[in-house]
């Protein structure tokens, strides 16, 4: 049963809703692509500072960050790039809840396929479209305005609270984890990620390669002179696939419940460079996911090996394929269900739809992985509804936006009295 300062909180979301709407297109609006980040970040910063709350900038260039054991190696520039931290009660004894959330996206070209530029937002039907709309800018305005709602509401927050807005969620994990290597791992966190609300119980590992062949050129007047690295390439792709077929079949529970959860995607193939030459070069990049009790050291060696054994086997023409990896090479978990903070959002669906909350193992990763492995914090994830996540048109439902909203919200009221009964429970 709601309490009247849940109701004043409830309330309060309703009327900060249309700004959740402003805040979720502002950030719309800046195309946060890999490296290009600046703008939405500077967004972001300023509905930290009018809405009253701290910030601070955690940078992904910290030599110490490198020194990690859970930091992703990658071949871009790390400078003068950085995530948003806003720690309230930093201070404060008892359980520490974190609010996570995404700024980058990725790209949405050709954008000439869209219904409008993906970097404009617009609205119909109780959708709101733009690249990054679902995934995750209208989850972060509902997090964020939610702490925003409880504090109009009158409603103390005691616990320490901290919310954390990131960049290279979709390539490294790197962001997270520069909060949690700062010291902003927290005791528990919640991602509204747009999976919508349902409670997240698991995800996959993930590990993102590149691989290289090089051929020979040649005058087309004669192919035969040459080495076309591009068929090569095309006679190796069918390893990779045998390898996907490999740990699908290796499944086991819970994930022996979904027919094909590890998931090959082969993102980028770039190849020679004139019309009329024999490629000299070709290069796939990709990702891999596995199960989560497998390592990704194990799963990148049997990559290498696919690779290598079909060149061998295949007696393909030139030097074996050079393999490497760059980006995610990130562990699956799942999640612990049975934690204080996952009942408390089973709760929190509960008072607000009448119903429990289904559950939902997903075959993809988030930043819920950087708190697991790095840091041993629990959390998951439950957020809005969106669409053609990664594809052309994005949306977000609207309404849903407003229920995470709410649920965020009523969340951080509850976790108040979960967390400091926790705490007494853990001191005594």
């Not at 989850?139 to 504090?151: E, F, L, Q, T």
């Not at 109009?152 to 807005?165: K, M, Y």
């Not at 090569?232 to 792709?237: E, G, K």
């Not at 070069?281 to 990559?303: D, K, T």
Request: hydrophobic content about 40%; proline content about 7%; charged content about 20%.
């Amino acid at each position: 049963m709601l309490q009247d300062s849940e109701r004043r909180v409830l309330a309060q979301c309703d009327e900060v809703f249309d700004q959740t709407l402003d805040m979720t297109r502002d950030l719309v609006r800046e195309y946060s692509v890999l490296g290009q980040e600046r703008g939405v970040l500077e967004v972001m910063e300023g509905w930290f500072e009018r809405l009253g709350l701290p910030v601070e900038r955690v940078p992904l260039d910290d030599p110490s960050l490198a020194q990690n054991p859970h930091h992703a190696p990658v071949n871009w520039p790390l400078e003068n790039r950085y995530n948003l931290v806003s720690a309230l009660n930093p201070e404060a004894d008892g359980p520490h809840l974190v609010f996570n959330g995404h700024l980058d996206v990725v790209p949405a070209e050709p954008t000439d396929t869209w219904t409008r530029p993906p970097w404009e937002p617009w609205q119909q039907d109780g959708w709101l479209y733009g690249r990054g709309a679902g995934d995750m800018k209208a989850g972060i305005a509902a997090m964020v305005m939610a702490v925003h709602a409880v504090r109009q509401a009158g409603v103390e927050t005691r616990l320490p609270l901290t919310l954390q807005t990131v960049i290279e969620e979709e390539c490294s994990g790197n962001g997270a984890l520069a909060c949690i290597h700062r010291g902003h791992g927290g005791d528990f966190v919640l991602i509204p990620e747009p999976f919508g609300a349902r409670i997240y119980s698991g995800q996959t590992g993930v590990v993102r390669f590149r691989i290289r062949v090089d051929g020979v050129p040649a005058h087309v007047l004669d192919t035969s002179a040459g080495s076309d690295a591009i068929e090569t390439m095309q006679r190796l792709i069918p390893a990779l696939k045998a390898l996907e077929a490999e740990l699908n079949a290796e499944r086991r529970p819970p994930y022996d419940a979904l027919a094909h959860p590890f998931n090959l995607n082969i993102g980028r193939f770039e190849g020679g460079n004139w019309a009329s030459s024999v490629p000299a070069h070709a290069i796939i990049e990709g990702r891999i996911g596995f199960a989560p009790e497998a390592s990704p050291a194990s799963v990148m060696q049997r990559l290498v090996d696919a690779v290598q054994d079909a060149h061998a086997r295949l007696d393909l023409p030139g030097a074996p394929p050079r393999v490497s990896f760059h980006g995610f090479r990130s562990e699956g978990h799942l999640v612990d269900l049975a934690s204080p903070g996952v009942s408390l959002l089973e709760a929190c669906h509960r008072e607000l739809t009448g119903r429990d909350a289904e559950h939902y193992l997903s075959t993809c990763t988030t930043d819920l992985r950087a708190f697991h492995v790095a840091a041993g914090v629990t959390g998951t994830c439950y957020g809005p509804v969106a669409e053609h996540i990664h594809g052309i048109d994005e949306r977000v439902d609207i309404e849903s936006i407003r229920h995470t909203l709410k649920a965020y919200a009523l969340f951080l009221c509850r976790w108040g009295i979960t967390g400091s009964a926790l705490h007494r429970q853990t001191s005594s």
